[in-house]
């Protein structure tokens, strides 16, 4: 082990059944580069089709990548895969998480951990490097993962990284998660670790993880990805006119600006104009919560947090003293979803008492709390559009029994007092009622309570597909490029490679130049609401967001940053560097690899993401059975037409030419949307190809 560079060398197998713990060679997976490959590679190899998300045959692997613990910039996530309670089909999944939790990982020695069968009785994972133990949990079951998180912490070592469920996880709720750090979540997965009993994983190590290159090296790689990295969804203009920027764009996340403060530190800090030149003022071009809440927040703002390895600081830690009277803690950090998500449920409205956004800033940080510590996941905030439409629809007075419907304080949710979200929350975690079938999912509640064509037709709903999850940077976002996407997923796509160019802020022209030269064409990418046919290099570029993401989770990266499309410098005229994650990984590994050899390793991942689908779902018709869009992407707009300027309505015809080239692309059958089997042998997946063939389940 001890010529391993960039992975620890190790992967931790625990079997909580019979409690035993065997260490295995994480070079079996080298192939699969880390976190979600080894994932998607655990679950093909031990998952049994049919498998549900909380039977014990089902697994969950933590997994992180040979690039988290080296000090790249940005690699602080962790990848969880498991089977997703809240798809229909249980589908394969991946949840992800911020903070510090994978780093440590990787410092007791270990790239991944398998958890498997369940455990006779709740208990907390506990890993001091290559000592590992099961700790007995039924004191911690029934509590919070604020108080759980402290718990364990308080048992290890000073510096450990605690992950946990809450309540909902206990209950098995779909949609529960699974939390590091106080505010980092998992979402999805946390009702699989409560079905295994396993309560939290607390985890401290202390031994390197060694890079192959020279450090001096590593530093100028370091200095380049200075040179191009942007503010938080690596935004590369302020949203302020500044003395060194050429452009600015109102919705740049690059909020800094002379007078703009962390104004509850002591004493406030005054984020200034960050000029890009300037590395030691990166860690303050985000400031969050004005951009999460709103300009009240500034006054509460202690700091921006985030997560190890990172300077771009995105996660805004609040001091509110009246969030005290909702019996919470007056300090409240969260960062996009997280807070906006809570604002959502609060469906009548904010209170209007006290300054200008207070009432709305007080129901995000009330919200954020309470689902925080219960561990209760938003579906990228569908939850709320669930309760919007069964609510004024008039569902809930007919599926909920009349006694529940009455004890239900609707005057708090009229007067917009967050008061509301108490008793919501409390609800969705302890099952409580009818009304707790939202914590179900979206599919699960929309079939129980007879959701009608206007709920999965109406672009007000956000609902992307039939098969229950959201939108998420979809057509709105490169039309076709962003459809695509948001299609190829078990759940809400978590991919941001694209949404980070055109959202930098940069001019169309530029953007389009850039993705030219990365695509091939700078025909890949359409000017906001005026959208062209499609054409094979919007094929390209979606393949190549999508292979860069699972790269990113398999690195372990930011997809939130990565890739470095674009930089805010003047003087490399606006371009970043695509080719920064093969450098990191050849030096990081010391296996010389090309971005293009790094890029067949993220294709032969997400084939085998579509292989794992296929396999669960047992049909070969992707194009049919998984793939399609639900109606509002065809019908809003009713008196435009597609592709006329400023509508973003699709067209028919051109999204099935548009999966049609996609499949081209990936090298899968045009009909189905199914892996071939000429290409997973090519990418190396010759036993899945095999598996496939032996279930009836490859395209003719």
Avoid at 403 to 427: M, T
Avoid at 550 to 559: A, G, P
Avoid at 661 to 667: A, D, H, S
Wanted: hydrophobic content about 35%.
């Amino acid at each position: 082990m001890s010529n391993i560079t960039g992975w620890a060398g190790k992967i931790l197998r625990v079997n909580l059944t019979d409690g035993t713990f065997k260490a295995e060679d994480t070079l079996k997976y080298k192939d699969f580069v880390g976190g979600m490959g080894i994932g998607y590679k655990v679950m093909w190899d031990e998952v049994p089709a049919g498998t549900k998300a909380f039977d014990p045959e089902n697994k969950i692997i933590f997994g992180a990548g040979p690039l988290t613990g080296t000090g790249a910039v940005c690699a602080g996530r962790t990848n969880i895969t498991s089977l997703l309670a809240s798809n229909p089909y249980n589908a394969v999944s991946d949840s992800h998480m911020g903070g510090h939790f994978s780093a440590e990982m990787k410092y007791a020695g270990w790239d991944a951990i398998i958890i498997e069968g369940k455990s006779p009785k709740p208990v907390w994972l506990k890993i001091e490097n290559d000592k590992v133990s099961l700790e007995d949990a039924r004191y911690l079951w029934g509590k919070g993962i604020f108080l759980t998180t402290a718990f364990v912490a308080g048992k290890m070592p000073k510096g450990a990284q605690v992950a946990a469920i809450g309540q909902a996880g206990e209950n098995m709720v779909n949609l529960s998660v699974i939390m590091n750090n106080g505010s980092h979540s998992a979402g999805g997965h946390g009702g699989v670790m409560g079905s295994k009993n396993i309560k939290a994983i607390g985890i401290r190590g202390t031994l390197p993880v060694h890079i192959a290159a020279d450090r001096r090296d590593w530093l100028e790689v370091d200095k380049e990805m200075m040179a191009v990295i942007g503010a938080n969804n690596n935004h590369v203009v302020p949203s302020t006119p500044q003395p060194w920027a050429e452009y600015n764009a109102a919705r740049s996340r690059w909020t800094a600006t002379d007078g703009l403060t962390w104004g509850a530190a002591n004493p406030p800090v005054n984020t200034g104009t960050c000029d890009p030149h300037d590395l030691n003022s990166v860690g303050l071009r985000t400031q969050k919560a004005v951009f999460d809440h709103g300009a009240v927040a500034e006054q509460y703002t202690v700091r921006m947090g985030g997560c190890h390895a990172c300077p771009i600081r995105c996660h805004s830690t609040l001091h509110i003293p009246k969030l005290e009277k909702y019996g919470l803690s007056p300090n409240v950090s969260n960062t996009c979803v997280g807070y906006s998500s809570p604002g959502g449920i609060m469906i009548q409205g904010h209170s209007k008492e006290g300054e200008e956004g207070e009432g709305t800033m007080m129901s995000k940080a009330v919200g954020a709390q309470l689902a925080d510590d219960y561990g209760v996941w938003c579906n990228y905030s569908q939850i709320g559009r669930d309760f919007k439409y069964a609510h004024e629809s008039g569902i809930l007075k007919k599926v909920l029994p009349q006694e529940e419907y009455d004890s239900i304080p609707w005057d708090l949710l009229e007067k917009g007092d967050p008061e509301f979200l108490v008793d919501f929350y409390r609800r969705i975690t302890f099952k409580e009622g009818e009304l707790s079938r939202l914590g179900e999912g979206a599919y699960w509640v929309a079939k129980a309570w007879n959701f009608g064509d206007d709920y999965w037709n109406s672009s007000s709903y956000n609902m992307w597909s039939k098969l229950g999850f959201p939108k998420h940077h979809s057509n709105e976002t490169a039309a076709q490029v962003g459809s695509l996407i948001n299609s190829m997923f078990n759940r809400d796509a978590q991919c941001h490679t694209h949404v980070n160019l055109t959202g930098s802020g940069l001019p169309i022209e530029i953007q389009k130049a850039v993705i030219g030269e990365v695509i091939g064409s700078p025909d890949a990418l359409d000017a906001p609401n005026s959208y062209t046919p499609m054409n094979e290099y919007k094929a390209k570029f979606a393949k190549w967001s999508i292979i860069r993401n699972c790269l990113h989770d398999s690195l372990t990266l930011c997809n939130w940053m990565w890739p470095m499309t674009v930089s805010p410098l003047k003087e490399r005229n606006y371009r970043g560097n695509t080719s920064l994650e093969s450098q990191y990984f050849s030096m990081a590994t010391g296996i010389p690899t090309t971005e293009a050899e790094l890029d067949l390793m993220g294709e032969r991942i997400f084939t085998l993401h579509r292989a794992l689908t296929v396999k669960q779902m047992g049909t070969v018709d992707m194009r049919n059975e998984h793939d399609p869009i639900c109606e509002w992407v065809y019908t809003i707009n009713p008196d435009m037409q597609p592709f006329t300027p400023g509508t973003q309505k699709m067209d028919r015809e051109d999204m099935q030419l548009a999966f049609t080239m996609f499949y081209k692309e990936m090298g899968w059958d045009e009909k189905t949307g199914a892996p071939t089997k000429a290409t997973l042998i090519r990418l190396g997946l010759r036993d899945v190809a095999a598996e496939l063939e032996k279930l009836g389940l490859l395209p003719n």
